[in-house]
């Protein structure tokens, strides 16, 4: 059963079915891999679908309308999200991020984090659950999520130029909506907001300033990531990264800022305030000076398999599991295999031959 590729007609990615040993894995809220590294968080992807084409992300030259998502039977259940979920909070994890594709385009998603947001840690504290989205769905659902039990939100906005954030969605969609959204969510109390641009030298470097601009003094926190070698649809070129460093300075030189403390170890943004009082940005440097040692993160694709790197060729497949009649301790023992022997730092050995390799997609894996 260990070392089984299995066969799935739908599947994107080659997955094994885990090995499930006979003893251990009882879940203690404490487990480790190889480089000691504490299992802390989860992110779950809800569905492969999403309503924009981002050109770095889902470039409509590969997802165009032949392209085959997953069907809904291949897609977890929410009853089977929630179960998987609870083994992971059994084993440490404290934070649940949902995303995707569009995770608002899931239907019912407020339910989904109802569910979530019942967890409890081994030490009796809530599971804090939180939301990436692109925001087109937001403005009108901001209340009902954050009544759901949601409790911060990151928005991804790649430009405050109206031309240039259509071109970069392309499908026209416009800077206002996303606006909305994020005032939506800041009104009903998912503060700060977080949003998220992913800078791509060439493409939307010019709307460093113009976003830091925009959002200084509102009280959300504006974050820079550099652009990733993600999947294999976006063409990337390490020259069309704009590292942490050449943005920080970019930053700098108009609104003088310095560095804040991380508020806990293994933050993966570096974070900086500006010096005037105007609030706070961050910047994620996962190509310029990866955080791989720090990595505490566990990603569940939609039809349930497990990755344990963003970068990783295969995963773990943890549906066989829920309905192959395995039980709760076969599925706690399985994942704590899985995380325990975990070795990955794909960006800290990236090199001329990793980035040849074959990955996941962004959106199949979420963010
Ligand atoms: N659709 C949602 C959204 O855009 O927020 C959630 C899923 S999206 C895949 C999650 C995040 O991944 C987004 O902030 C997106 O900008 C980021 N992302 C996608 N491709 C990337 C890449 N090649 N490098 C860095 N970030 C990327
Ligand atoms: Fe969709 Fe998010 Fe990817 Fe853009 S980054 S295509 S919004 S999944
Ligand atoms: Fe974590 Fe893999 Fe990214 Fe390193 S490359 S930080 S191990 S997801």
């Known amino acids: 059963m260990t070392d089984r590729i299995i066969p799935i007609a739908e599947a994107r990615y080659p997955a094994r079915l885990p090995h499930i040993p006979e003893a251990g894995g009882q879940p203690v809220g404490l487990l480790a891999d190889t480089r000691g590294r504490r299992l802390h968080d ?13 050109t770095y992300c889902m470039p409509k030259s590969v997802f165009g309308p032949d392209y085959a998502f997953l069907p809904q039977s291949s897609l977890l259940s929410f009853e089977e999200i929630l179960r998987v979920a609870r083994m992971f909070v059994a084993h440490g994890v404290e934070k649940i991020r949902l995303t995707g594709g569009e995770p608002l ?3 019912h998603l407020e339910r989904l984090i109802e569910m979530l947001a019942s ?8 599971v804090e659950v939180t939301l990436t989205t692109n925001a087109t769905l937001l403005a009108k659902r901001a209340g009902a999520l954050r009544d759901a039990g949601l409790r911060r939100i990151t928005v991804s906005l790649d430009a405050i130029d109206d031309d240039i954030f259509r ?7 416009p800077v206002s909506s996303v606006l909305e959204g994020i005032e939506a969510a800041h009104r009903v109390g998912l503060s700060p907001v977080k949003v998220n641009m992913v800078v791509q030298r060439g493409v939307n470097e010019s709307q ?4 830091a601009k925009h959002f200084r003094g509102t009280g959300h926190i504006l974050r820079f990531i550099e652009f990733m070698d993600v999947g294999a649809s ?13 943005i920080v300075d970019t930053i700098n030189e108009a609104f003088p800022i310095e560095p804040v403390e991380p508020n806990y170890s293994g933050e993966v943004a570096e974070r900086w305030r500006y010096t005037d009082g105007g609030g706070e940005v961050g910047v994620i440097s996962s190509v310029s000076s990866p955080f791989c040692t720090d990595c505490t993160r566990a990603r569940l694709s939609t039809e349930g398999k497990l990755f344990t790197c963003l970068f ?3 995963g773990h497949d943890l549906r066989a599991l829920l ?21 990955d730092r794909y960006s800290e050995i990236r090199s001329s031959e990793t980035t040849g390799l074959r990955r996941i997609e962004m959106s199949y894996i979420g963010g």
């Open 167 to 173: 071109r970069m969605n392309d499908v026209d969609f």
């Open 105 to 107: 385009l899931r239907k």
């Open 42 to 54: 989860l992110r779950i992807s809800v569905t492969d679908r999403c309503n924009f084409r981002c």
């Open 208 to 211: 460093i300033l113009p976003m």
């Open 234 to 246: 976006n063409g990337w070129r390490l020259n069309d990264v704009m590292s942490a460093r050449q």
């Open 312 to 314: 990783a060729t295969e």
């Open 119 to 126: 967890l409890q840690t081994p030490a009796g504290e809530p």
């Open 323 to 343: 309905r192959g009649g395995f039980s709760d301790a076969h599925l706690a023992a399985a994942i704590s295999h899985v995380w325990t022997q975990r070795a």
